[in-house]
């Protein structure tokens, strides 16, 4: 550009110089104009003289001299006329070649933008699918907690459950041994009413009532005991109550427990008997029914 410029330059000097030159000579050979002008009558035969012939001469000289200095100056406006050209093209080329690193620093940028949307968009999408997989594992952990805390509740309402048939099971139990034992007492009392040979019922169930008593404390509850369970054995005394044999006549169902009931009896050796044992009914023998 630098270059265009330098010869532009040049061109205007050397065509200002030209002018300069050419105006110089015009004014040194142009012949001075007369101081007045005076009509005077030409002879037609002087016309042909060699003054006229020179000045013919000079002036078509002259006028060929403008046509060349026209001529000259058309080329310099011309060339001049190119030069604008040339630098409008070199202009124009300038400014497309800008304009096209305009467009490719612009393509460029729109290329960094559009790998930068990219990792942008690769980089949520990779959030997105952490966050998703924490929900899931958070929902997972939810769950697993919802379960457990299910599965506590389940054991904790069978354990409530369990508990409660348990109370009602023992309460059950208590109110058919109460029921039992009335029952027994009442059996017991409609044996002694039965026996009209017996004279003193009230002294037979209190001794029976001690020997159960003497019996149940010297018990060994064994681990497989269970409320319920019950044995009933035969034993055969001596005259003052110590036991001779003690024999199960019906089984509880658990031999450890029947033995622990045998084991007592033996323990509770001698047993309280009335002043006169002939009272006992059956007596040497008696029958004694244990329930736990």
Known sequence: ?????????????????????????????????????????????????????????????????????????????KLKQQEI?????????????????????????????????KRRKEAEELKRKEEEKRRAAEAEEEARRKKLEQEKREQEEAKRKKAEAE???????????????????AAEEEFLEGEAQRKNQALIARYMTRIRAKVESKWLEPPTARPGMSCEVRIRLSPSGEVLVVVTVTSSGDSVFDRSVEAAVQKASPLPLPPDPAILPGFPELKFNFKK
């Not at 630098?2 to 012949?31: C, K, N, Q, S």
């Not at 109370?167 to 007492?185: G, H, I, V, Y």
């Open 1 to 77: 550009m630098r270059r265009y410029w330098f010869i532009a330059l040049l061109l205007h000097v050397g065509l200002f110089t030209i002018l300069l030159v050419r105006f110089d000579w015009w004014e040194m050979d142009a012949p001075q104009a007369p101081a007045a002008i005076q009509a005077v009558v030409i002879d037609e035969t002087k016309l042909q003289q060699p003054e006229n012939r020179v000045d013919e001469e000079r002036a078509r000289r002259e006028q060929q001299r403008i046509e060349k200095e026209r001529l000259e100056q058309e080329q310099a406006l």
């Open 85 to 117: 050209e040339r630098q409008k093209a070199a202009q124009e080329e300038k400014r497309k070649k800008e304009e096209q690193i305009k467009r490719e620093k612009a393509e460029q940028q729109k290329k960094i933008e559009l790998e930068k949307e």
């Open 167 to 185: 109370k009602r099971r023992r309460e059950a139990e208590r109110k058919r041994r109460e029921e039992a034992l009335k029952s027994q007492l």
